[in-house]
């Protein structure tokens, strides 16, 4: 281990990727990985509270874990004995059935291999069969059992992590802690420097399991809390800017972790003494910018990191009143209890939902075809030209969304336009004339719809890796009228798009987006809930409002949206580079202001959007 401190130190301090595989030699040092285990049996059985209600068997017992169909994961299990039962409607749903293993609801996302090895073979022998059971959930109320989404942290209490990491100790003994803090201090960049801090991170959670290693680092010389606290800014700024998280524990954690058990032994030390080491953590600036972090979208959007701040703060400001009153500022306008109006003896109990994105709504005009929104707004010109009150392309944009009865409506409100139909007719306008432009509105639209009926590009592949790679089923919502849908439908069709239903704007009796009627009827059509696992992408102001009416996800798309301000195909050829980027920049910040979970360029991203809404489902988040 020695040799290995020494040959880091014959890197320059910029090489980021030699040190990598001195470092991870160290870890397979101190904690050599666990092999795989070998084959095993499985018993699959029926819940016999539930016997009456579910159909079928499984004959075959017990399993082997190398029989085709059961793994790699636990919805592999699921899947064979939906299956074999012929138990069809549950194939494809991961939230009708519930697999337990050794009393615990197991996720269905976890590898069978790791559940035998880390649920069921501690209690009882690698030798004996796991029995898994099944049943239907909610059947018979509310489940009772633990819930296990992740295997990564087992209860530790009876393992002794001084006697698992001893090796670590080397480290304490000679340059190697001081070598490692140097080359985590040396990254500067996490494009270039995240290997090499991810494989320091991860021996640095082998070190601090080590009290001679937390004794080592929590030495003034040492500098380690400054030093984190550098990656801790540098991890806060990028995970912030990347916008998603890494599967299972992010890079912020893993410090926060880190940080959070050498503060722990600093603080075991004498007052005076912890005092002193508490005064060179970090300055009152240091301080300010990770409460101001507190309130980012990254740090708000993930519970662990927000928390483990939370614990961190504390430390940071002990001993210093400048830095307490920092703190004390910070936290002072949340502080008036006097307008707080407390509760006792309310209790709310709900159920998190933790499963995947099950739906996802898709607007028709700028969002799956007709670039740039063309098709409904040139012929509200042309109807308005038609009764004699010229509007322009802004005016007409103006109401987007809405279903076209009402879009007519809401631009005859405009005051401008107004006041030219009443210099015309002598009066203002009333219903009548909405419903006889209106009237005209139908036909014009319908003679000029397949003109505008090209699929943005990325549709239909967005469409067919949302249903075959995340099982998703496909609605619609719309202003247009069912005779303008089946157009719609009917074009998209030929070009490789196949929505599964498809809802228009005069089919529900209160439609006017941003209600949420239209959002209701798909889910109701698909046979998709609860709201959280549905998401609806849309375009317009009034079509994201109408997601979060709903209470889904609402992702808006602006690279051809309504907001775009091109008001031909022509024009759109015209446009630079440069005036596509800002006028794209332009359409996200509205969409983005009027509350939108995502906002994308196209609905090419979409995928990635649901990947990562699929990832804040499981840690229980909700929209």
């Given amino acids: 281990m020695q040799v290995c401190v020494q040959t880091v130190n014959k890197y320059p301090g910029d090489d980021y990727r030699s040190p990598v595989f001195i470092f991870e030699r160290l870890c397979s040092i101190i904690f050599p990985e666990e092999n795989d285990v070998g084959e095993f049996l499985m018993i699959l059985e029926k819940d016999p509270q539930q016997e009456d209600f579910l159909q079928g068997r499984m004959l075959g017992n017990p399993y082997s874990s190398n029989e085709p169909g059961l793994g790699p994961l636990m919805r592999d299990v699921k899947n064979k004995i939906c299956q074999d039962c012929e138990l069809v409607a549950l194939l494809e749903d991961d939230t009708g059935m519930e697999l337990l293993v050794n009393k615990k609801i197991i996720s269905l996302d976890l590898p069978v291999n790791e559940v035998f090895k880390k649920i069921w073979a501690p209690e009882h022998g690698e030798g004996e069969p796991m029995p898994i059971i099944y049943r239907m959930r909610g059947l018979l109320g509310d489940a009772t059992e633990d819930m296990v989404n992740s295997l990564e942290s087992n209860s530790e209490e009876d393992v002794d992590k001084e006697e698992v990491y001893k090796m670590a100790s080397v480290l304490a003994e000679g340059d190697g802690l001081k070598v490692m803090l140097t080359r985590l201090a040396t990254i500067k960049d996490l494009v270039l420097g995240r290997q090499l801090m991810t494989v320091l991170l991860k021996l640095f959670g082998f070190v601090v399991n080590v009290k001679a290693c937390r004794q080592e680092l929590i030495k003034t010389e040492m500098n380690t809390v400054n030093v984190m606290l550098g990656a801790l800014n540098l991890a806060l700024w990028a995970e912030q800017e ?59 959007s993930n519970p662990s990191v927000l928390q483990g701040l939370m614990r961190l703060i504390p430390f940071l400001a002990f001993g210093e009143e400048d830095k307490m009153l920092v703190l004390l500022n910070h936290f002072k306008p949340y502080l008036d209890f006097t307008n707080h109006k407390f509760q006792t003896g309310v209790y709310r109990f709900a159920r998190t939902y933790v499963g995947p994105v099950r739906g996802v709504i898709l607007d028709w005009s700028g969002t799956t075809a007709d670039k740039y929104v063309l098709a409904p707004a040139v012929v509200f010109c042309e109807v308005f030209q038609k009764h004699k009150v010229p509007i322009s392309m802004q005016e007409a944009r103006k109401p987007m969304g809405l279903r076209k009865d009402l879009h007519i409506k809401s631009i005859t409100e405009d005051p401008e336009v107004r006041a030219r139909w009443t210099k015309v007719y002598g009066k203002e306008p009333n219903q009548g004339d909405v419903d006889n432009m209106f009237k005209d509105f139908v036909p014009m639209q319908l003679a000029c719809l397949r003109t505008y009926t090209d699929l943005i590009p990325g549709t239909a592949d967005a469409v067919n890796t949302l249903k075959k790679e995340f099982k998703c089923k496909i609605g619609s919502t719309t202003g247009f009228l069912r005779s303008m849908v089946d157009v719609l439908v009917e074009d998209a069709n030929k070009q490789g798009y196949y929505p599964d239903v498809t809802v228009a704007g005069d089919e529900v009796a209160h439609g006017a987006r941003p209600k949420p009627f239209m959002v209701y009827k798909n889910m109701d059509l698909l046979d998709i809930h609860p709201i959280q696992s549905v998401v609806k992408v849309d375009d317009t102001i009034s079509g994201v409002g109408e997601a979060l009416e709903a209470g889904c996800w609402g992702v808006g798309v602006a690279q051809y949206s309504n907001y775009m301000g091109v008001d031909s195909l022509e024009e759109a050829e015209k446009l630079t580079k440069e005036d596509e980027a800002i006028r794209c920049q332009k359409s996200s910040e509205m969409l983005r202001q009027t509350g939108a979970h995502y906002v994308i360029d196209s609905i090419k991203d979409l995928p990635e959007v649901v990947e990562d809404i699929n990832r804040r489902l499981a840690r229980g988040e909700r929209p």
């Fill in 242 to 300: 990347s916008g998603t998280s890494t599967k299972g524990q992010t890079i912020t954690e893993q410090i926060l972790h880190i940080m959070e058990v050498i503060l722990l032994e600093a603080s075991s030390q004498d007052p005076e003494i912890y005092t002193n080491f508490s005064k060179l953590c970090g300055n009152k600036d240091q301080l300010l910018m990770l409460l101001d972090r507190i309130n980012s979208p990254f740090v708000r």
